[in-house]
């Protein structure tokens, strides 16, 4: 399926596990850019190797989309 995201960024929160991280490998096989988040380094690394040895175009945001503080990291982590 050609969804036209080639080269759009997409940011997948809580996709460590689960349908977060079907969906940011769905996103991949389409092209987007692709930035994982989750709140914990470990299961998030994970993902990311896991998802860049896939496709180069794989970023990792870590932080708590229920904080400020955690918001504020993602938002640097992608700027």
């Not at 997948?12 to 991949?28: D, L």
């Not at 989309?65 to 938002?75: A, K, L, P, W």
Request: aromatic letters at 4%; glycine letters at 12%; a negative charge.
């Amino acid at each position: 399926m050609d969804l036209q995201l080639t080269g759009k960024k997409v940011l997948v929160t809580a996709s460590t596990g689960g349908i977060g991280k079907q969906i940011a490998r769905q996103f991949c096989e389409e092209g987007a850019i692709v930035i994982i988040n989750g709140r914990t380094r470990e299961p998030a690394e994970k993902v990311f190797a896991e998802l860049k040895g896939e496709n180069k175009n794989v970023f990792l945001a870590l932080g708590d989309v229920s904080t400020d503080e955690g918001i504020n990291n993602i938002i640097s982590a992608i700027s």
